[in-house]
């Protein structure tokens, strides 16, 4: 049975930070940020966003009414939860209104968990075929004002229905894991932003990298040259030029080179304008490389990679199904992208950095007037967070 991607989603704010003008705020040379990161724009979430809206946001792009009759779990993979003990998925299930004999569940490890998600899902449908699995990669990527990883914030999720049969891709079940109990990234439950050894994290990432991959092409017979494309888990574009530089064989024929690089290209498009949404970031990769590639067909294999820190991390490959084209969205960056509004950098430290503070009564109300994405968290009563479809 061919198990997979049958439709892919994806949602961000409404805001954005141009990269240049918080480079030239903290008087660092744009070209660090541009150049250096490959990174131009970054997403900027108001605190009526959060895991919860933005899953559902992106949901909401793709599913149908026969979608929601026969989804039956409901799996987010995220580190920016919003409750230490219910799931993100449960206020999903809710919004979307998803029949009720259906599972939800969260699943944390910090970049790498909607990954493991993918893979319970598939054994999920193995088991019982006619069910669809809705796999949600939601995060918001902070590190606080002129901070080291300031620059490689954002906001965003992707999700993605899993059946057989799929429109887009098939999960080829090839997976290769790793795991090293190591301190490259990781936030205690006292801090709301995370403690990073930044140039650490990014040697750690290619070293799971280089070590997972010589392990996952041993395990499977396999060759760079079966695959048409890489898609990397992205904390910053560049550092996935760097992944695909290191995993290229010197020996490696021109045309394989050439289409990776492109393909390369191709599935960083919306990261760059995005940032980092930890969780989601590899499959925002898959989707930019999707939408907006034009050399891709049907049979061809994409390798996928992703890395949580901590640090465990995962290489596995899709093949691409005929028609995957049609079944995603067309001018998205047209459509989405370009209607968003562009901060000055004091709005964005305002918008982005403003936290919640409850009364004694645990109560919040927020100004939310100005919020025009699909579902947002309108107030916390009694301290419960209660979220609103938007009518607007
Ligand atoms: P930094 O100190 O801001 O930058 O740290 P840098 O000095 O390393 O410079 C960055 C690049 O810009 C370098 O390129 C410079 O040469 C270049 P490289 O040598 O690496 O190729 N550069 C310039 N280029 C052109 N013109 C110029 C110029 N100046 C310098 N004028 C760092 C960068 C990524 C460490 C920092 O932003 C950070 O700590 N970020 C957060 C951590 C991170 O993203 N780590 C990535 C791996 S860990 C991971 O992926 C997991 C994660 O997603 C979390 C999770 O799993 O939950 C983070």
């Given at each position: 049975m061919n198990i997979g991607i049958d439709k892919i989603g994806f949602a961000m704010p409404n805001y954005y930070l141009d990269i240049k003008d918080l480079a030239e705020n903290r008087g660092i040379e744009p070209d660090k940020f541009t150049k250096g990161l490959m990174q131009l724009e970054m997403s900027v979430a108001p605190r009526t966003q959060d895991i919860v809206t933005l899953g559902a946001a992106a949901a909401l792009e793709i599913l149908d009414d026969e979608d929601k009759q026969l989804i039956d779990m409901i799996i987010v993979g995220s580190e920016?939860?919003?409750?230490?003990?219910?799931?993100?998925s449960v206020f999903i299930h809710s919004l979307l209104a998803i029949q009720p004999f259906a599972r939800s569940i969260e699943i944390k490890q910090a970049c790498y968990g909607a990954t493991a998600g993918l893979e319970m899902a598939r054994n999920h449908i193995k088991n019982r075929p006619n069910s669809r699995v809705l796999v949600i990669a939601s995060d918001i990527a902070k590190y606080g004002v002129?901070?080291?990883g300031e620059s490689t914030q954002g906001a965003g999720s992707v999700a993605m229905l899993i059946k057989k049969d799929p429109k887009i891709a098939i999960l080829n079940n090839d997976n290769v894991y790793q795991t090293r109990d190591l301190m490259d990234f990781w936030r205690p439950n006292y801090s709301i932003y995370p403690y990073v050894d930044g140039k650490f994290s990014t040697q750690l990432y290619l070293d799971c990298l280089t070590t997972t991959w010589n392990q996952y092409l041993k395990t499977n017979n396999?060759?760079?040259?079966?695959?048409?494309a890489i898609c990397f888990h992205l904390p910053f574009p560049k550092l996935g030029l760097k992944g695909l530089n290191s995993i290229?064989?010197?020996?490696?024929n021109n045309d394989t080179k050439e289409t990776l690089n492109k393909n390369f290209n191709n599935s960083i498009i919306y990261s760059q304008k995005v940032g980092n949404i930890y969780t989601g970031s590899l499959f925002l990769s898959l989707l930019s490389l999707i939408e907006q590639s034009n050399t891709l067909k049907a049979g061809d294999n994409i390798a996928l990679y992703s890395y949580g820190s901590g640090a465990v991390c995962e290489i596995f490959s899709l093949t691409l199904v005929k028609g995957?084209?049609?079944n995603v969205k067309e001018n998205r960056l047209e459509?989405?992208?370009?209607?968003r509004t562009r901060l000055s950098v004091a709005e964005y430290e305002d918008i982005f950095f403003k936290t919640i503070e409850v009364d004694n009564d645990g109560n919040a109300i927020f100004e939310t007037n100005n919020d025009k994405m699909p579902f947002k968290l309108e107030k916390i009563e009694n301290h419960k967070r209660i979220y609103v479809k938007n009518n607007k």
């Open positions: 920016t939860g919003i409750d230490q003990s219910k799931a993100a002129k901070s080291g396999k060759d760079i040259e079966d695959f048409k290229l064989p010197e020996d490696v995957f084209k049609e459509k989405d992208f370009s209607t």
